[in-house]
């Protein structure tokens, strides 16, 4: 990001929010000034703001938790999407045919953002809960809206030949590798993930396009690695019929 116009004070507040968010009611003044280098004074002007404004919340103990106004904004964050109300709907009746949890997200720069989950109840839950991020070239969603945004973009995006982070021994490597994969999926319809972004995990995605055929969204079904031979075929039969009801939903949208 261009740091010409950076703020540095609102770069710290969102450090410690991040420090907040990982260990809510764990942390005192004190330790957070220690962990993120920021001299108590200062931090004592942050949450003080910060408090004041109900981003995060002293309790009697001294340590902080997140405050009800981040709440506030993620759900107003949500509703922009009337797609998720769409998707809610239409994803609750198809993960019953498939029997594995369904899953929306949009492309965020080189990240993917979930949205929104169908989940199918089973002892292991997949971690991509609404408001996660996962590095888009490890992701079926990701290769899924990647592989529809034009060249320039793509390479703007991807600067260096090698890829990081590498999550699993699995994950592409290499943009060459990925530009491979991303003209395949195109020609296909959906894109894939074996293991590349959870060991033990294969996925199908479809994107979701708009009237211009733009990328908005893209959904994705994921199952253990020992279920993908037998299901794979009808999983990526009902994510595209799925991913293009949806599109058809977000042009009416429009």
């Given at each position: 990001m261009e740091k010409k116009y950076w703020v540095p004070a609102l770069g710290k507040a969102d450090d410690v929010l991040q420090a907040i968010l990982q260990r809510p009611s764990q942390l005192k003044l004190v330790e957070l000034s220690k962990q993120l280098g920021i001299n108590k004074s200062s931090m004592f002007s942050l949450l003080n703001t910060m408090e004041a404004l109900d981003w995060v919340v002293r309790e009697p103990e001294g340590t902080y938790c997140l405050g009800s106004k981040l709440g506030f904004f993620g759900n107003a964050f949500f509703k922009q999407f009337s797609l998720?109300?769409?998707?809610?709907?239409?994803?609750?009746?198809?993960?019953h045919k498939i029997e594995e949890t369904i899953q929306l997200a949009k492309l965020e720069q080189r990240e993917v953002l979930?949205?929104?989950?169908?989940?199918?109840?089973?002892?292991?839950?997949?971690?991509?809960?609404?408001?996660?991020?996962?590095?888009?070239?490890?992701t079926a969603l990701g290769k899924a809206m990647l592989a529809w945004i034009e060249p320039e973009k793509l390479e703007a995006l991807y600067p260096a030949e090698r890829l990081e982070p590498q999550i699993t021994p699995h994950t592409i490597h290499s943009l060459a590798e990925l530009q491979v994969q991303l003209a395949q999926t195109r020609a296909d319809?959906?894109?894939?993930?074996?293991?590349?972004?959870?060991?033990?995990?294969?996925?199908?995605?479809?994107?979701?396009?708009?009237?211009?055929?733009?990328?908005?969204?893209?959904?994705?079904?994921?199952?253990?690695?020992?279920?993908?031979?037998?299901?794979?075929?009808?999983?990526?039969?009902?994510?595209?019929?799925?991913?293009?009801?949806?599109?058809?939903?977000?042009?009416?949208?429009?």
């Open positions: 998720i109300d769409r998707f809610r709907k239409e994803a609750s009746l198809v993960k979930y949205l929104a989950k169908e989940e199918i109840p089973s002892p292991v839950r997949l971690a991509s809960e609404p408001g996660m991020k996962l590095p888009a070239h490890s319809g959906y894109a894939v993930d074996l293991q590349e972004a959870v060991m033990g995990f294969c996925c199908v995605a479809a994107p979701i396009l708009d009237a211009e055929g733009t990328v908005i969204a893209a959904i994705s079904c994921s199952m253990f690695q020992h279920e993908w031979e037998r299901k794979r075929e009808m999983a990526q039969q009902e994510i595209c019929a799925l991913a293009a009801r949806l599109s058809h939903s977000a042009r009416n949208l429009e």
